[in-house]
């Protein structure tokens, strides 16, 4: 069996087994440690209509997740709610459903950056 560098592990592909179903999201693609936050997530935000995406990535989706690793996010809001107060709701809708524990990136801020973009890219859309 190879064993894989910590930077080739990022790049790897995982299908999990499912713990917390969400429909229309790819759960098998989440880390089982992070599944059920991502799941109080969703929830906490599926009707906010301020709220265009979130995308889940980093370790939370692949082999690289611990018991120690938080939530990496992109948010995407609408383009007509794209101002401070807006981030600072969301912000703190998606930290209370995740004890606090995720590293929230606005879209808007990141978009221009092309290697955070490609690792956005490879992340799990769960909103």
Same mark, same amino acid.
């Given at each position: 069996?190879?064993?894989?560098?910590?930077?080739?592990?990022?790049?790897? /592909?995982?299908?999990?087994?499912?713990?917390?179903?969400?429909?229309?999201?790819?759960?098998?693609?989440?880390?089982?440690?992070?599944?059920?936050?991502?799941?109080?997530?969703?929830?906490?935000?599926?009707?906010?209509?301020? &709220?265009?995406?979130?995308?889940?990535?980093?370790?939370?989706?692949?082999?690289?997740?611990?018991?120690?690793? *938080?939530? *990496?996010? &992109? &948010?995407?809001?609408?383009?007509?709610? &794209?101002?401070?107060?807006?981030?600072?709701?969301?912000?703190?809708?998606?930290? /209370?459903?995740?004890?606090?524990?995720? *590293?929230?990136?606005?879209?808007?801020?990141?978009?221009?950056?092309?290697?955070?973009?490609?690792?956005?890219?490879?992340?799990?859309?769960?909103?």
């Amino acid at each position: 069996m190879e064993c894989k560098t910590w930077e080739e592990q990022k790049n790897v /592909e995982c299908n999990f087994r499912v713990l917390a179903d969400v429909p229309k999201v790819k759960m098998s693609r989440i880390h089982p440690l992070q599944q059920k936050a991502v799941k109080r997530i969703h929830d906490a935000i599926e009707w906010d209509e301020r &709220v265009a995406a979130i995308v889940l990535f980093g370790s939370s989706v692949n082999l690289r997740c611990t018991i120690h690793s *938080d939530l *990496d996010l &992109v &948010v995407r809001l609408r383009p007509e709610f &794209v101002n401070n107060e807006t981030k600072n709701e969301v912000s703190e809708k998606i930290q /209370e459903a995740c004890g606090w524990n995720a *590293d929230v990136l606005w879209y808007d801020r990141i978009c221009n950056s092309k290697n955070l973009m490609n690792n956005v890219l490879k992340g799990v859309q769960i909103l």
